[in-house]
């Protein structure tokens, strides 16, 4: 008899890396899905001094928030404040009316105290566990990809002496290096996404968002004119 016939074995198929797809929204629909897990801070210093902020909800069973180091500073803990809608659904905007109204807000969810469990000063990013948080409280995913130059993002925050709960767009530019010491001695060292648009002192702490809706930044400072990081 002749030999055993042999299997015939297939030639390895070659590996074909799809593209990701990334889901583009409307920024007007990016804004009202990630609003909700916006927050604003309040960090009361010695001295009569009072830092405000922006930050956002990255973990709703933890009730973590992200922010800026440079928000926090060295205190422990801070007011939180959840965007509050009127009996019309619309977002009540005015700064007043969170800071007259703690009690009442505390008791509903829209307002609690802000715990910080990690700081890196180095990096200017700081979290805190909040005591509680409403029940519309959303968190916003974080990225899994970066923005490339040129790419549209959405600013989030709240500007100091503005309406609360603000959007914005911006352009991305250049990713770079940025180290610095500040005025009162606090040095920064990280790497840092430019971006084109508007932020004010307020901002600092509040995400920076894809056009999926997800978080590609925090954002920390002014960048030059028209710029921040």
Not at 14 to 24: A, G, M, Q, S, T
Not at 39 to 66: C, E, H, M, Q
Not at 150 to 164: E, F, K, Q, S
């Amino acid at each position: 008899p002749g030999p055993s016939p042999k299997a015939v074995e297939s030639p390895p198929k070659e590996r074909v890396d799809l593209p990701k797809v990334v889901e583009v929204k409307d920024p007007s629909q990016v804004y009202h899905e990630t609003v909700n897990g916006l927050v604003w801070i309040a960090n009361y210093l010695p001295g009569d001094k009072v830092v405000y902020g922006s930050g956002f909800l990255v973990d709703r069973t933890r009730r973590l928030v992200v922010t800026n180091f440079h928000v926090t500073k060295d205190e422990e803990t801070m007011d939180v404040f959840f965007p509050v809608r009127d009996k019309h659904g619309r977002l009540v905007a005015d700064q007043d009316y969170y800071l007259q109204n703690r009690a009442v807000l505390s008791r509903i969810g829209y307002h609690t105290a802000g715990r910080v469990i990690a700081r890196d000063s180095l990096k200017d990013l700081a979290v805190l566990q909040l005591g509680g948080i409403p029940e519309v409280a959303r968190e916003i995913a974080i990225a899994d990809t970066d923005l490339n130059q040129g790419d549209g993002a959405n600013v989030l925050g709240n500007p100091t002496g503005r309406d609360l709960w603000r959007w914005s767009r911006g352009i991305a530019r250049t990713t770079e290096n940025h180290s610095a010491v500040y005025a009162d001695g606090h040095r920064v060292d990280f790497l840092a996404l430019q971006i084109y648009g508007s932020a004010y002192f307020g901002n600092s702490g509040g995400p920076l968002v894809n056009d999926a809706g997800r978080v590609v930044g925090v954002l920390q400072s002014a960048g030059g004119e028209g710029g921040m990081r």
